[in-house]
Antibody
Framework: EVQLVESGGGLVQPGGSLRLSCAASGFPFSGYWMSWVRQAPGKGLEWVAN????????YYVDSVKGRFTISRDNARNSLYLQMSSLRVEDTAVYYCARRVTPDSWGQGTLVTVSS | QSVLTQPPSVSAAPGQKVTISCSGSSSNIGNNYVSWYQQLPGTAPKLLIYENNKRPSGIPDRVSGSKSGPSATLDITGLQTGDEADYYC???????????FGGGTKLTVL
């Protein structure tokens, strides 16, 4: 069974940083593209970033370019999202997902950016 | 403003059929596979349809998807109250080099 478990969310002040982690199990992690998708309170889904199996290709939504960094550690079956220069509008539940158009999702971790 | 356009809401009576549309362009739906997701309140999205019209195991055959050119459609027949949820389409946009989702459609079973 595919399992994706996010962690690292919390309350952070504008301009601050946060690192999200996603622990994957139940499938060969190194064989899949992985993505981060977020959902602001009461809003729809927004794709944030994805990363190829070997980390050789990475894409970001324009609004986070230069501020967020997606990475992975295939030896640890883990996906990461380093977020810096956080803005109030980055407040959302962040989901770890398998594939570019996801076929499996984690339960999400809430990031709140507020002073 | 979402790259993919969905109606904000649809409704139908129990037992009836509902269709949810998803409109895009040649750079996204027109040349890439479409997925559909169901999101119940307070939960993570769940995959309903992948590669335009394929159902993961456990998804009933009263749920179906199709694609024609730059548009896709999700059909749900034999509506049940448990189908009340938000539904999203999603795909890859080759020009933007980004994943894209529709704005979501809230399904109400009257």
């Amino acid at each position: 069974e595919v399992q994706l478990v996010e962690s690292g969310g919390g309350l952070v002040q504008p301009g601050g940083s946060l690192r999200l982690s996603c622990a994957a199990s139940g499938f060969p992690f190194s064989g899949y593209w992985m993505s981060w998708v977020r959902q602001a309170p009461g809003k729809g889904l927004e794709w944030v970033a994805n990363i190829k199996q070997d980390g050789g290709e990475i894409y970001y939504v324009d609004s986070v370019k230069g501020r967020f960094t997606i990475s992975r550690d295939n030896a640890r079956n883990s996906l990461y999202l380093q977020m810096s220069s956080l803005r109030v509008e980055d407040t959302a539940v962040y989901y770890c997902a398998r594939r570019v158009t996801p076929d499996s999702w984690g339960q999400g971790t809430l990031v709140t950016v507020s002073s | 403003q979402s790259v993919l356009t969905q109606p904000p809401s649809v409704s139908a009576a129990p037992g009836q059929k509902v269709t949810i549309s998803c409109s895009g362009s040649s750079s996204n739906i027109g040349n890439n596979y479409v997925s559909w997701y169901q999101q119940l309140p307070g939960t993570a999205p769940k995959l309903l349809i992948y590669e335009n019209n394929k159902r993961p195991s456990g998804i009933p055959d009263r749920v179906s998807g199709s694609k024609s050119g730059p548009s896709a459609t999700l059909d749900i027949t034999g509506l049940q109250t448990g189908d009340e949820a938000d539904y999203y389409c999603g795909t890859w946009d080759s020009s933007l080099r980004a994943g894209v989702f529709g704005g979501g459609t809230k399904l109400t079973v009257l």
